[in-house]
Every structure is written in C-alpha cells, then in structure tokens.
C-alpha cells in the first residue's frame, strides 16, 4: 500500500479538520500529490494538488477554505480544511502523479489511497 488516509470523521459546519495521507519515501520524493473527494451518488472530483517545488493549487470550492501541504521529511502530506459546510461531506483520497498532466485529471495520477470519509453536519 502506498498511500494511507487518515483524519477523517464527523465534524460540524464552521469546524476544522485535518487530513493527512502518508505515503511512501519514493512516492512523496517523486510526485505531485494532491487530495480528491467523493460524495455519494457523485463522481470523484479534485480538491487540491501540491507539486514537488510546493506549488499549491486549489478546486474554487476550496480555494480560501482548505490548505494542502507536504512535509517530506515524514513522508506525509495534509488537507487542512477550515470552515467546513455540509457540501464538503464525502470520502476524500490522496492521490500522487506527475506534475506535467491536467491536475484535475484523475488520469494525472498514479497512486490512489483507500479514502477517508468526512462527514459535515449542519
């Protein structure tokens, strides 16, 4: 397994939580890694991506509310996501991929974890 979700829960509207994917040294080494989500009856969409040089880029239901960030020192990469709403209840997945693709592609990327559900109550 190379990347492992973790974070999730039940949170109220206006809350923060903090995700956090843990992945291999070789993966967080070598990709951009950035966080998808999934609501039910929906499909998967892009939250957020980080590239190698930390560049950061966010979906424009996010952009202001969440932030991603990697610390590879422990191969770890996070989604802080701040001011939650309802509408952002959904299981959330780390993925990794290379920098040069459409960052909102899933074809973009390589690596995909299990997922981890967030569910938003208003």
């Known amino acids: 397994v190379q990347l492992v979700e973790s974070g999730g829960g039940s949170v109220q509207a206006g809350y923060s939580l903090r995700l956090s994917c843990a992945a291999s040294?070789?993966?967080?080494?070598?990709?951009?890694m950035a966080w998808f989500r999934q609501a039910t009856g929906k499909e998967r969409e892009w939250v957020a991506q980080?590239?190698?040089?930390?560049?950061?880029s966010y979906s424009d239901f996010v952009k202001g509310r969440f932030i991603i960030s990697r610390e590879s020192a422990k191969n770890m990469v996070y989604l802080q996501m701040n001011n939650v709403r309802p509408e952002d209840t959904a299981v959330y997945f780390c993925?990794?991929?290379?920098?040069?693709?459409?960052?909102?592609?899933?074809?973009?990327?390589?690596?995909w974890g299990q997922g981890t559900l967030v569910t938003v109550s208003s």
């Open positions: 993925a990794a991929g290379g920098e040069f693709g459409l960052m909102s592609m899933e074809s973009t990327y390589y690596y």
């Open positions: 040294e070789r993966i967080i080494s070598n990709y951009a």
């Open positions: 980080i590239t190698l040089g930390d560049r950061t």
